[in-house]
Structure formats: structure tokens, C-alpha cells
């Protein structure tokens, strides 16, 4: 394993996959164009990046839904990995590696509050600073930090299980002493689950006879459920809860839209009985976390008691339909697109 | 204000109220009948009461509704405050006075488990500690301590705010320094709120601009909301939550059958945006900590500032159109049942 750059192309133009209009739900390959313009040039306190891996994640969609944040013609706000190539900017220089909010795009103009990670001498694999050292690793660690029981004996469930976060929520609580279950949407990503993520056991959430087969895994109920998904799912493992449970509620990964407002089954009777506790969890509210819980995953990276998979794609073409593919589940892991050749 | 025993009778026969069938969701007055036997003996370890006030509580309903907790023909489960007039269990003595589960009866049995406070020489009038130091006032004392932010300059809405935990959860979060708003269900329990339960506003949930009134009385929404009724009212205050606010389910007092489950809007999405945590609060889970709590709620009390109210109506063949008043919501504060006459 090595922190060694990667040889990259400086282009004379800079390519961005823009949002050409505004998506009704999931945001579709045809909700993006691709056009070019000229390199930027850093001003006072900001560097010049060259992007080499592309994220997509679904925080983008109520990103491309919101017009403060996203507006038309714009490169796609999005995570992504790059080198320094120019610096204006005090303590960063170039050949630093730097990841953060940099957008669709082959450059990008950042100031230091763009960024969730700066690594002046990187230890860990360039993909791995927007998978498990990036938004999903640091989100499953400080997620479970803040609220999750101490995890010694417990029993815990996680959504999405094969997924980004969900694939480090598996393996730190695996190693905390947990027995872990997860949710996932195909039999490869179950086998996935309990080959490399750490789970005791994982099932398929498409499957009919689901409750059942939970009540069996688990008769005492689950202490910790970490959930991405929400929806239908969620309405069924709140019943399934043990006394004095929690939820940590990271995503809402199965209801494409909000308007108007999807109801379900009433929460507040379970919540009272089984005295849980349902918290939200957003990474951006912890920016200022990042760079220590980054350090403290490589550490665990570089010691072998982290899997690490991202699948690389490339093509700044791709990144859309990247995008759309992962909402629509059928990604495994993190998918990232290389755009330095 | 005196903590001097009354004056009561001790009959030769039990009168009890017992559970004539089981409700079909909340109970009504025809559910009950009133039966007569001998008055029981105390074996080792038990005490024998006289009750001298019976108390009417919303959990009550749960409690007829589940066979495991109330066989047809027994005395209704209930709490209530009596003198105890024999003793065979150690460091309790003729004349302390109790309460706890005593059921409604002239006379129960008792062990020291079955009370949630013992007062050999008790500092306050007896129908407040089945009121602002029993049950509701525990409730109240203990939730607030476990489950909420620091109160000073936080703003807090309260739902049955009258009520007889809500009207001490409005006392202690204005002392606390808390921006404190009520929900309850009239003009009159409206002008008690303001006036003597320390509310700085409080509003009809009845009426139909309630959403406007709240969004001008709180434009920046609610630290805490402290829930005892849940349904459609909560599905409205979530949506006016402050970023990292927190909610303490302590009654679902909106809902009057869980079967077939009702639904409602989603609340992933407000917990996740809004990085909310949801908690629920069981009294009974913490009988172990109820003597300290009342002791620091007689002082209180004691020092005026507690308001205690406490509506004492008489006679056992009244208990069950008690509860059945208050389940509909046309109480204010506490009603007890005095029956030592």
C-alpha cells in the first residue's frame, strides 16, 4: 500500500459535467452536460487543484434539488480527490494531496474551507480519500463516536450495508465487539457483506420472508440500528427494537422524493415503549472533525483492519450515470472516476 | 402548607374497583365494577395500607389493555397515596405514609417494590405526592434531567401543558431560563399555563392556525419539545424543530387505539436534516430513583416554587369516569379520589 501520486495530465482547458437542469428526483444522465472553459488562476488564499478521482454519493441529489447550492450551468458540486498544482494559499503547496469540494471537473479553484482533507505526505492509496479515509469512512466513524452505545456485545443492524458508509460501520463495529447484521439489495453484495465488511450475517432486502428472517438472527431485538434507507424498512426494524435501542439515521436512501410529504407507519409509540433514541447524523456539520478522524482511519487502513474497495472508473463522461446507477443501488461499494489521463 | 396525616376511617370490608372486561381502547366507566371482600392480611414483608387517595393516570389505559398486567376481576392497577396501618416488612411502621401501586381499593398489600415513595414523616400534603412529587411530577423531573439540553435561553414547547406532567415541565424549564410555549386543550387550560404553570404563551392545539401562531411565537423553532401526545400535532412541531433539537416522548395520548397501526408523515427526513434526536421516557423504568427526585421536588415545594394542584373529588365510584374524563382531555391538573372517609 502506498501514498505515491499517480502520474496525471495537466490539460490546456478545463472540462465540467455542469447541471443543465433541474432534476424532478433522482437526477438522471440528461439532467447534465459537459462543457469547457478556461483553467481558473488562484487568487489570494486559494489553490489551483488538478481533480483526479471524481466521487458521486447520494448527498448529490438534494444537492442538484437545491437551487442556493446548485445553480443551472454550474460543475456539479461534488467530492473529489486532487493534487496541488498552484498555491496562493499559507501552509499548502503544490504536490499536496487535497480532498474536498471541488466539483465535477478536471481544476478547480479552493480555499481552505473547501476542503475535508489536506495531506501535505499521503499514506494511503490516492481512491481511498473519498472512500474509507473520505465522507463515508469519516461519517461511519464519528457517526458511531457520537452515538452509537459502547458496542461490546451488542447487536446492531446497518442499511445499506455493502455501501460506502455502511461497509465501514460493518467492519468498526465488527472490531468493537458487536454482532453485526446487515441490509443490502443483491446476493453479491450480501456475500460481499460477510466476506470483507465484517458482518456476522446480511440479507438481501428484497426478500419477503425479511421479518422473519431477522427475528430469527436476532430474537432480542437490535441495540443500534444504523440506517441509510429509511421508508418501509425502517417502519418494520423500529417494531424490532430492543428496550433502550438507538438509531442513528444517516440517509434516506428509499424515498426518491419528499414532495409531497410520504407518510408511513406512527414512530412515536415505540419509540416511547422501547425508550429508543433516533438521532440524525450529517457529516458537514463536523468539517472541523475531519482531519483527525481521516488520520485515525489511515491508521487503521495502514494496519490492515480496514477494507478498502473502490471501483475506478474513467471518464468525466461517466460520472453521471456513476451517479444514477448508485442511486438506483446497483453500485458495490464506492465507485470513483479517474479523470488525470 | 403541612404534611399532618387527615383524619380516615378504616372499614371491616375491601371495597375495589375491578376490571368488569377488557376496553377497546380507551376505558370507559361501563369496563369497571365496584366488588367487596375481606380486608387481606399482611404476610412477611408486606405492609397493609389504607389508601386514602386514588389517582387516575393516562398509563392506566395501557395497563387494561394487557392481560400479563390486568386479569379480569382484579383491582385496577393504579397508583395511590394511603397510610400504612400494619407492618410486617422492615423499616416501614404504622402511620408512614405511601405511594406507589396500590390499585383502586379501600385496602392493598404491598412490598417495598411495589412503592415509588415512603415517607416516614412526610413534609407536604398527601394528595401532592400522587401529583407534583409522585408519578407526573417525577416524570417531569427526571426526563427533563436525563434527556434535554441546558434549558437556559433554549426555547421549549410542551403538549398537554396543563396537564399533570406538563404543568411541572413548564415550572421547571422556566426556572431554568428556557423561552417556555404550551399546547393544550382549551381557553381555560390556556390562561392556567400562563398563569401558574409558568408558561410564557400557551395556545389551544384545537385551533386551526395553530402552525402560523407557533412559526410567529418561535421563528427560530424549538430547542426542546417535550411530547406527550404524539399524532397529527407531532407530525407539525417536527417540521418546526430547531437544527439539533431535541424531543422527549414521554405519551401518546393523541392516539386512541394502536391497532391497526396508524400512520403518519415520515419523520426520517426532519431527523436527519434537522439532526434531530428522538428519545422516549418510561418512569417506571427508574422506580430506583424516585425517592431522591421526590425529595428534591418537596423542596421545592416547599420553598413556593412549585405550584401544586390537585382537584380531590370523593368517593370510589367515581375513579373510573375520572380516568374516563381525563383520557378525553376535559381535566385540569390532577384529580385525585378521596376515599378515607
Known amino acids: 500500500m502506498t501514498g ?92 499536496d494531496v487535497v480532498y474536498g469540494m471541488l466539483g465535477w471537473q478536471d481544476y478547480a479553484l479552493a480555499a481552505r474551507a473547501d476542503l475535508l482533507s489536506h495531506s501535505p505526505s499521503p499514506r494511503a492509496p490516492l481512491p ?20 452509537a452505545p459502547p458496542l461490546a456485545g451488542r447487536t446492531v443492524l446497518v442499511s445499506t450495508a455493502a455501501g460506502s458508509v455502511g461497509s465501514v460501520v460493518g467492519q468498526i463495529a465488527r472490531q468493537a465487539g458487536a454482532h453485526v447484521l446487515g441490509l443490502t439489495g443483491s446476493e453479491g453484495k450480501v456475500a460481499q457483506c460477510t466476506e470483507r465488511f465484517g458482518y456476522h450475517q ?38 424490532m427494537m430492543a428496550k433502550n435501542g438507538r438509531i442513528i439515521q444517516c440517509g434516506t436512501a428509499a424515498t426518491a422524493s419528499w414532495s409531497p410529504p410520504p407518510t408511513g407507519l406512527r414512530p412515536e409509540r415505540e419509540i416511547l415503549m422501547r425508550t429508543l433514541t433516533w438521532s440524525g447524523f450529517v457529516i458537514f456539520d463536523h468539517a472541523d472533525r475531519f482531519g483527525e478522524a481521516t488520520e485515525r482511519l489511515t491508521d487503521l487502513l495502514l494496519d490492515g483492519k480496514l477494507s478498502h474497495e473502490a471501483h475506478v472508473e474513467t471518464g ?11 442511486l438506483a443501488g446497483r453500485n458495490q461499494g464506492k465507485t470513483l472516476i479517474w479523470i488525470g489521463d
Chains 1, 2 share one sequence.
Do not use: K
Open 4 to 95: 505515491a501520486l499517480p502520474a496525471f495530465t495537466t490539460p490546456a482547458r478545463n472540462r465540467a459535467m455542469v447541471l443543465a437542469r433541474r432534476p424532478g428526483g433522482n437526477p438522471e444522465p440528461g439532467d447534465f452536460a459537459l462543457s469547457e472553459g478556461p483553467v481558473p488562476v488562484p487568487g489570494d488564499g486559494e489553490i489551483l487543484v488538478r481533480n483526479l478521482y471524481l466521487s458521486a454519493d447520494p448527498v448529490q441529489r438534494g444537492w442538484a434539488a437545491n437551487p442556493a447550492l446548485m445553480p443551472i450551468g454550474a460543475a456539479m458540486r461534488a467530492l473529489a480527490v486532487g493534487v496541488v498544482i498552484d498555491s496562493r494559499a499559507p501552509g499548502m503547496a503544490a504536490g
Open 128 to 147: 481511498a480519500y473519498a472512500g474509507v479515509l473520505g465522507m463515508p469512512g469519516v461519517t461511519a466513524w464519528l457517526a458511531l463516536h457520537d452515538l
Open 202 to 239: 446480511a440479507f438481501d432486502y428484497h426478500r419477503h420472508d425479511l421479518a422473519e428472517v431477522l427475528e430469527r438472527a436476532c430474537p432480542g431485538g437490535f441495540d443500534l440500528y444504523f440506517d441509510n434507507v429509511g421508508g418501509a424498512i425502517s417502519d418494520m426494524v423500529l417494531r
Open 316 to 326: 468525466i463522461e461517466r460520472v453521471p450515470e456513476v451517479l444514477a446507477e448508485m
